[in-house]
């Protein structure tokens, strides 16, 4: 329940999303952090609901959580068209880019007007994945926040309609036991806490708490956390982020940090103590923080 005593229409973190310009070195690092990874799977985007699919410059793998992911978006025909403006993206973010999760989509596009966050249409995007009974269309509704209300990186909403294919059972098993995303990792000038705050509120319709030097807003699934830059140290020590503000880390749950730590080191990568666990550090980790915590 939020403030006003009514269930949000977001309620969870659907994906944190990674551009890269090689899905395959992209792909072969997350299995060296200990993630199985789905299969490659081109985009293909309706401008509305019911309209015509178009291919796009885009495909990805994922690791799944079952209800969560971590998405590695390949650029991998670059003069297909761009109809999400990945390339643009790709420039103008240095940090991760968010999917947030969507009980009812048109709602969700109906309140951000309302509150004044601009964002695009609803956006219908399909794409075909492999599965055990054969092929399957993945479904899904999708409004993007107006970027002008989000320096820190895209910001989405969206409302999956086959789930089932998403999340698949053989998916789900990871080497380094990821069960789901924990939280994302919003850092900001240290004089502008209390807007960002604010405006993330308003986008989520949550409440927020506070947690040491973090403000957290708690959603059924995941966390969006914000940090002042001063104390970015005391979280990731050692890392500096390219830009503020930025969504700038984000943290897996695992089921035992030991394990996991030592199957990343096993594999000739390093790792970072943080005061909950540890992390892999943005050059490791395809540009951004990656950490784990247990849970």
């Avoid at 990674?18 to 993630?35: N, P, V």
């Avoid at 309706?46 to 390949?74: D, H, K, V």
């Avoid at 990731?236 to 199957?263: E, Q, S, Y």
């Avoid at 000739?268 to 951004?288: L, N, R």
Wanted: charged letters at 20%; proline letters at 8%.
């Amino acid at each position: 329940m939020n403030a006003h005593g009514t269930s949000p229409d977001i309620d969870y973190i659907d994906h944190t999303v990674l551009i890269t310009a090689d899905l395959a070195a992209a792909s072969a690092r997350f299995e060296a952090l200990g993630f199985t990874l789905s299969p490659a799977s081109p985009h293909l985007l309706a401008e509305r609901p019911g309209g015509p699919l178009l291919p796009t410059c885009t495909a990805n793998r994922c690791a799944y959580f079952g209800q969560s992911f971590i998405e590695l978006l390949g650029v991998v025909d670059p003069a297909a068209p761009d109809p999400w403006g990945v390339h643009q993206l790709r420039e103008t973010y240095p940090g991760l880019l968010m999917t947030l999760g969507s009980r009812d989509v048109r709602a969700t596009a109906d309140r951000l007007h309302a509150a004044g966050l601009a964002s695009t249409g609803v956006r219908a995007l399909e794409r075909e994945v492999s599965t055990p009974e054969g092929p399957r269309t993945v479904r899904a509704d999708s409004v993007r926040i107006d970027a002008e209300h989000t320096p820190e990186g895209a910001l989405q909403a969206t409302q999956h309609h086959t789930p089932e294919y998403v999340h698949q059972p053989r998916f789900l098993d990871h080497p380094n036991g990821a069960t789901g995303l924990h939280s994302v990792l919003l850092v900001v000038p240290d004089d502008e806490v209390d807007t960002h705050e604010e405006r993330y509120a308003r986008m989520l319709d949550t409440d927020v708490w506070i947690d040491g030097v973090k403000r957290v807003l708690p959603l059924r699934h995941g966390r969006v956390e914000i940090v002042p830059h001063s104390a970015l140290h005391e979280l990731l020590p050692g890392h500096t982020p390219p830009a503020l503000p930025l969504l700038a880390a984000h943290t897996i749950a695992v089921t035992d940090l030991t394990v996991a730590r030592k199957l990343i080191e096993g594999n000739t990568v390093a790792t970072h103590t943080t005061p909950d666990g540890f992390y892999v550090a943005a050059e490791d980790a395809c540009g951004v923080p990656l950490a784990f915590i247990e849970g």
